[in-house]
């Protein structure tokens, strides 16, 4: 269920003048590309820690397990813990168990996703007669056989779902030039089976958020949502009338930015990561 909307201030390149109890970060992006991390990126984690202020790292990238995402935070100099990140991985499972439980479940996604849902006590299957939903993932390894048992289990037999994980439609690489992501198997199968996907657990969905907000234990208002893509972070901000900052180290260009309506722009607009804090600290 949609959060209420409040009404936001109008973009701004001016920086956020006073310090939130919570800091909803992405990642890809926004703190980090590859293993080049991204500039302000510690200096803001550790401003955060220093200050005592709640962080959640949160990504719609489901080809790695929350654990591993802290380590990689720790090893490039921002330390966090596992229960400080939040990926499409854990709000997929945790979906799952809370609304569906019980139910044969077939993920397109890669060995991470797999072993969430398997950990979460979800039950797996590649039988078509008994799937009762399809998950749609970021997968590297997606061919036409599972496509066929998507098919099979959606068309042919009539019984399952199709819910994904994330809807972006690409990754970003150091390279630039990016990589298909869930929104290319959401499309094939899509296409092939006429079905719409139904739910999606990563950004800009609610659900996303709700599992951020009961995890930092603070409500929308007390919060900020920093991120580098209009669709996904800054959508889900707006959507709950939350502040939010876009960082143009990312996907969003000031030209991308431009082109967009009003109703699309985040609260801020900044140059690097560690300008969401305010100028004196």
Known sequence: MAMPVAPLPSPSTVRPDRLFAGYILDLDGTLYLGEEILPGARRLVAALASLGRQVLFLSNNPTHAAEDLAAKL????????REQVLNSVDTMARWLVRHHPGAAVF???EAPLTRGLAAAGVR???DPAEIDIVVASYDRAFDYRKLQIAFDAIRTHGR???VATNPDRFCPLPSGRGEPDAAAVIGAIEGCTGVRCEQNTGKPDPFMLAAALERLGLTAADCVVVGDRLATDIRMAIDAGMASALVLTGETTPAILQSHPPEDQPTWVLNRVDEV????I
């Open 124 to 126: 797996m299957s590649e």
């Open 160 to 162: 399952a779902r199709l």
């Open 277 to 280: 804090l305010p100028e004196a």
């Open 107 to 109: 993920p397109i996604g």
């Open 74 to 81: 720790t090893r490039l100099g921002m330390p966090a813990r």
